[in-house]
C-alpha cells in the first residue's frame, strides 16, 4: 500500500511541477493561450508522428509559446489515441457522407489489408474532416480557458498577500 501512496504522490508531484512551469512562462498570456489552442487543434490530427514537429514549428512561426503548443498537442497520446480517432473518424465520415464507402476487414488477410490500404484515403480524409471539426471548437475553449488561467494566476502572483492570509 505504501509503495501505490509513494507512485500517487509522486505522480502527482510531477503533475504540479509540469503546471507551474506552465503557468510561469514568460511569455504573454495571448501567446501562451494560442500556443495551446494551436497544440490543442494540431493534437485532434490524424497525422500522429508529426504532431510535435509542426505543433513547434508553427508555434515558432506565428510567435507562439512552443511549450504551450507542445503540451497542447499531447491531448493525443497512447492512450486517447484510439477514442480521439474513432471518434474523428465517425464525426468526418458522416459529414462527408462517406460511411457507406469504407469497407471494413471481414478477416485478418493480406488480401484484406491490401482492401483496406487502396481505401485509406477515403479513411484519412474522414479523420482530416472530424479532426478538424472537433479540434476547432477544442482549440477556442483551450484558449478562452487558458488565457483565463494565465491571467488569473499572473494576477494573484503578483498582488501583495491580504492580511491574515499566509503569502
Not at 487502396?118 to 483551450?142: E, F, M, R, W, Y
Request: aromatic share 10%; glycine share 8%; net charge positive.
Amino acid at each position: 500500500m505504501d509503495e501505490r501512496l509513494d507512485m500517487f504522490l509522486k505522480f502527482n508531484l510531477k503533475r504540479y511541477q509540469w503546471y507551474q512551469r506552465f503557468i510561469a512562462l514568460r511569455a504573454s498570456p495571448h501567446a501562451i493561450a494560442g500556443g495551446m489552442a494551436l497544440g490543442l487543434f494540431i493534437g485532434m490530427s490524424p497525422f500522429f508522428g508529426l504532431h510535435i514537429v509542426t505543433a513547434v514549428a508553427l508555434a515558432a512561426l506565428l510567435k507562439w509559446s512552443k511549450i504551450a503548443a507542445l503540451i497542447g498537442v499531447n491531448i493525443t497520446n497512447a492512450i486517447t489515441a484510439s477514442v480521439i480517432y474513432a471518434i474523428n473518424y465517425w464525426v468526418g465520415s458522416k459529414l462527408a457522407n462517406s460511411s457507406g464507402r469504407t469497407i471494413w476487414p471481414s478477416d485478418f488477410s493480406f488480401s484484406e489489408l491490401l482492401k483496406l490500404l487502396q481505401q485509406s484515403t477515403h479513411i484519412v480524409l474522414d479523420l482530416v474532416i472530424g479532426g478538424a471539426v472537433l479540434g476547432l471548437p477544442l482549440a477556442l475553449a483551450g484558449y478562452a480557458m487558458t488565457l483565463r488561467l494565465v491571467i488569473v494566476y499572473r494576477r494573484r502572483r503578483s498582488s501583495p498577500p491580504i492580511e491574515g492570509r499566509a503569502g
